[in-house]
C-alpha cells in the first residue's frame, strides 16, 4: 500500500481507506504537505491575478505622472505640475508635491483589497490593506521612505514608467509568494485534522474499534482527500469561502465509512 493507491481508494473506494493505518507516520506527513499545496493552488493564483492587476493599474498611473525626480533627497516637479489622486481597481495613487495630503490620509484611502501609494511633499508612502496578512508577514501594513534618507535618489517619471513597461515577476517571487501561502495553508490543515482525528478517535473508542490515536489520524489524513479537492475548488470560484468546517465535516464521513471493515473489541460481560 502506498499514498498514490490511498488517494485513488479516497476517490472511488472509501472503505479502503482504514488501510492508511499501516503508512509510515513520515509518508502521511508528506501527503499533508500534498493536501496544503492542493488548497494553496486557488489562493496563489488569486494573489498572482492581483500582482498582475497592480503592474496594470501601475503603467496606467504612470501615464499620468507629470515630470519629477528625486535629488539629493528632496522631491522636485516640472513647473505647474499639480497634485492628483487616481484611483483603479487594486490601487489609489496620490501625487502631492504641494503637500496637501498626509500619510494618515494616503493610510485611509487603502481599503477593501486597494493598496494606498503615494509620493508626498517629504516622502513615499504604501500602505497595504489592513487584513492581518500584512503585519504577520511583513511585521506591518504601512511603510514610509523619507526622500532626505537618499534611498529614492535618482528615482524620475521617466525611468519609473520605463520600469513598470517592462516589469516582469521573476520566478523566485513567485516561489516566495507560493512557500509563504503555502506555510499557514499547511499548518490550518493540521489543525483541521486534529480536530477531525479528536472526533474519529472518540466515534471508534464509542464503536469498540481497535484503533489508537495515531491510526485514527494516519486514516483521517487520507479521508481528507475529496474534502480539501472540493474546497480547492470552491476556492477557484469564491476566494472568501472558509473551508475548515466543509474539511472537518465531510473528513469525518468519511472515516465513519472507512473503518466500517475494521476488527472490533469484544464487549465485557455485564
Known amino acids: 500500500m502506498n499514498s498514490f493507491t490511498l488517494f485513488k481508494h479516497s476517490l472511488f473506494q ?112 504604501i500602505a497595504l490593506p489592513n487584513s492581518g496578512a500584512a503585519d504577520s508577514l511583513l511585521g506591518a501594513s504601512q511603510f514610509e521612505v523619507p526622500y532626505s534618507k537618499g534611498t529614492l535618489d535618482g528615482l524620475n517619471s521617466d525611468n519609473l514608467k520605463k520600469s513598470l513597461d517592462e516589469a516582469n515577476v521573476p520566478f523566485w517571487i513567485k516561489l516566495v509568494v507560493f512557500i509563504f501561502t503555502l506555510y499557514p495553508t499547511f499548518i490550518n490543515l493540521i489543525i483541521n485534522l486534529l480536530m477531525v482525528t479528536i472526533g474519529a478517535n472518540l466515534y471508534s473508542k464509542i464503536r469498540l474499534y481497535k484503533l489508537r490515536f495515531l491510526d485514527c489520524l494516519k486514516i483521517s489524513t487520507y479521508c481528507a482527500t475529496l474534502p480539501v479537492i472540493i474546497s480547492s475548488v470552491l476556492h477557484f470560484i469564491n476566494s472568501a469561502f472558509d473551508d475548515s468546517f466543509l474539511i472537518v465535516f465531510i473528513s469525518l464521513l468519511i472515516f465513519f465509512f472507512a473503518i466500517r471493515k475494521e476488527e472490533r473489541q469484544v464487549p465485557p460481560l455485564a
Open 14 to 125: 472509501l472503505n479502503d481507506l482504514h488501510q492508511a493505518k499501516k503508512m509510515p507516520f513520515w509518508k502521511v506527513i508528506l501527503y499533508v504537505l500534498f493536501l496544503s499545496i492542493i488548497l494553496a493552488l486557488p489562493i496563489t493564483k488569486q494573489i498572482f491575478s492581483i500582482m498582475q492587476d497592480i503592474k496594470n493599474d501601475g503603467q496606467k498611473i504612470a501615464a499620468k505622472l507629470p515630470d519629477f525626480k528625486i535629488t539629493d533627497g528632496k522631491f522636485q516637479t516640472a513647473k505647474g505640475a499639480e497634485g492628483f489622486i487616481y484611483q483603479t481597481n487594486s490601487i489609489i495613487f496620490t501625487f502631492d508635491p504641494d503637500g496637501k495630503r498626509s500619510v494618515n490620509d494616503v493610510t485611509a484611502d487603502s481599503v477593501g483589497n486597494a493598496v494606498g501609494l503615494g509620493f508626498l511633499q517629504d516622502e513615499f508612502v
